[in-house]
């Protein structure tokens, strides 16, 4: 049987007295404890008092830390409630209502202060980003142009009241259509050029821009004038040779061009534009020597081929000096179509000449061509 020490009331205990206590909460045995052991223990802050005490106990500058309030079925995402249960709700932090606006069937206004609703929190359901939102809640799928693929795309409807400035920019002839009139306020420019009054505009197709011109012009707008220089001699006898314009008159040329032939030399006579022309020449023929007659042969081919009817035969008789070949062709030209001036001999010595200018007469060209649309 343990010992049990009692203290008579006028007997005060000391620190190495005994107190009778149990070895441990569910202990019915008793056993005698040092009060200085008792106060030991409490000094080393391993026990608070009896939880079922009737009395405040001063902790001193100790207090119970929360880690000593628990659930056993619990976990740290649970709160503890002052009733010792649970709350597992989910609970925002106030910075994340940052993102959040108050619940839409509100019937109150809410004052944002400096926030707006962005419109990302704004959507519909099965809507797109190709799609606007109406403000009665629907979709609106029309196709609109933002303002710079409109402003860089397009000038104002031509039945504007008002005029547009178009800045550096210019309406570009083969950009402006029209299916019933193109009304012009004001002076209208080719490559700055607003011609003179009474003219009109002619196409020269693909080569280039319209030019102005006057009326009679433009009915025999398409025409060339092309001329050689120099000598040319036929190399063998009872051979074609295309014959060599070497010299344009720019000035009364315009949709015609020439280019090379087979030899390498411009004799190409080509139209841009289909219609009927008129091409005209004239050559200067000397025969330089011998004494029994000769002959010359012109006439006209076309892309390469020879065109039938037009050729012409010359005679030089024995000792003569010039003669000159001019006459004229019709023919029906396709545009890129060309033309070609032929002729062939009998006699080397007879050639086409050339003569210099003098004090009487300017140069004498071996051979020209003249072609006009009529």
């Known amino acids: 049987m343990p010992k049990i020490s009692t203290y008579p009331f006028a007997t005060p205990p000391t620190l190495s007295s005994y107190l009778i206590g149990t070895l ?4 019915k045995d008793t056993k005698n404890f040092l009060i200085t052991d008792i106060l030991a223990l409490l000094g080393a802050g391993l026990y ?79 809507g797109s980003a190709a799609q606007f939102l109406k403000a009665n809640g629907s979709v609106d799928s029309n196709t609109y142009l933002t303002l710079v693929a409109a402003t860089a795309s397009f000038v104002p409807y031509t039945g504007a009241t008002a005029n547009i400035s178009l800045g550096i920019r210019s309406l570009s002839g083969f950009d402006i259509t029209a299916s ?72 009364a040329t315009l949709g015609v061009t020439i280019a090379n032939g087979t030899l390498g030399f411009p004799t190409r006579i080509t139209v841009s534009h289909t219609g009927v022309y008129n091409v005209a020449f004239s050559a200067q023929l000397q025969r330089v020597s011998g004494g029994s007659s000769q002959t010359v042969d012109i006439w006209l081919s076309k892309g390469g081929v020879n065109v039938a009817n037009t050729n ?37 010595n007879i050639i086409m000449a050339n003569e210099a200018a003098s004090a ?11 072609i006009n649309q009529v």
């Open 24 to 27: 441990d909460v569910y202990s």
């Open 48 to 126: 608070v008092p009896y939880t079922g005490a009737t009395t405040n106990v001063d902790l001193g500058s100790n207090t119970i830390e929360s880690i000593g309030f628990i659930n056993p079925n619990g976990d740290s995402d649970y709160f503890l409630k002052a009733d010792g249960s649970l709350d597992n709700n989910v609970y925002a932090l106030d910075s994340d209502f940052a993102f959040y606006v108050p619940y839409t069937g509100a019937t109150g206004n809410l004052n944002l202060g400096l926030y707006t609703a962005t419109a990302t929190s704004f959507i519909k359901l099965g």
């Open 180 to 251: 019933n009139s193109l009304n012009v306020n004001g002076p209208l420019r080719v490559l700055a050029d607003a011609g003179t009054a009474g003219e009109v505009l002619v196409s020269v197709g693909p080569a280039g821009a319209p030019v102005w011109q006057s009326p009679a012009d433009a009915i025999d707008a398409y025409k060339g004038s092309f001329y050689d220089v120099l000598q040319q001699v036929a190399v063998a006898v009872d051979t074609a040779y295309s014959v060599i314009f070497r010299q344009i008159d720019a000035n």
């Open 312 to 348: 012409t035969k010359l005679t030089f008789q024995a000792n003569a000096g010039f003669l000159v070949a001019a006459w004229n062709f019709f023919i029906k030209l396709n545009a890129a179509e060309y033309v070609e001036l032929k002729w062939a001999t009998s006699d080397v």
């Open 360 to 370: 009487i007469h300017p140069v004498t060209p071996s051979a020209i061509l003249t």
